[in-house]
């Protein structure tokens, strides 16, 4: 089993930073690709960004030049870095990763507990 903490959101004034932490644990063998996914009051979730294996990123357009993905694969982490916040971008924030927990096993698809952030005006 696999368990995704999430870490780092809170309440942030608009323009200001905040920086989501994901730590994955338990039976790791590799983990494919991270994905932070969101989802505001009343609406649907929303894929954010997403970072590959090798290292390759996409955002949404509307977090593009404002947020950024990243990962450490050593500690098994992505993070996404949150810059000149708007109040739409008010949300419970997801992780989720694709993991696989040996060498011959298949992939499966786990979510995080979710962090909210809350940007005020």
């Known amino acids: 089993q696999v368990q995704l903490v999430e870490s780092g959101g809170g309440l942030v004034q608009a323009g200001g930073s905040l920086r989501l932490s994901c730590a994955a644990s338990g039976s790791i063998f590799s983990i494919n690709s991270m994905t932070w996914y969101r989802q505001a009051p009343g609406k649907q979730r929303e894929l954010v960004a997403v970072?590959?294996?090798?290292?390759?990123?996409n955002t949404v357009a509307s977090v593009k030049g404002r947020f950024t993905i990243s990962r450490d694969n050593a500690k098994n982490t992505v993070y996404l870095q949150m810059n000149s916040l708007r109040p739409d971008d008010t949300a419970v924030y997801y992780c989720y990763c694709v993991v696989r927990s040996s060498a011959r096993g298949s992939y499966t698809a786990y979510w995080g507990q979710g962090t909210q952030v809350t940007v005020s005006s």
């Open positions: 970072i590959t294996s090798g290292g390759s990123t």
